[in-house]
């Protein structure tokens, strides 16, 4: 990780870090990911994501870590009724 936070700004390199926790290695892919679009993924798997709110997302929702099946994967997944059940919540 300090090889990385130096690599960022070489004309003034972060100072290495002494020690690493869960805490300060989700804030440091969130810099170094920014643009990669992993920071949801981040949240979900860092347990950050009902911590926050946004557009259509409120702290009440926990069905949003999930996206909807989009209806024509259920319609062709199956001629079977229930074969493919939409994420709760959609």
Known sequence: MNTIRAARNVTTPAPALAQMNLDLLYRERGFELYWEMLRR?????????????????TINNKFRR?????????????????????????
């Open 41 to 57: 993924t981040d949240m979900i798997r860092f347990n950050k994501f009902n911590e926050t709110t946004w557009t259509e997302k």
């Open 66 to 90: 999930l996206f909807p099946i989009p209806q024509t994967a259920i319609d062709g997944a199956s001629n079977l009724p229930g074969y493919l059940v939409q994420n709760e919540g959609y």
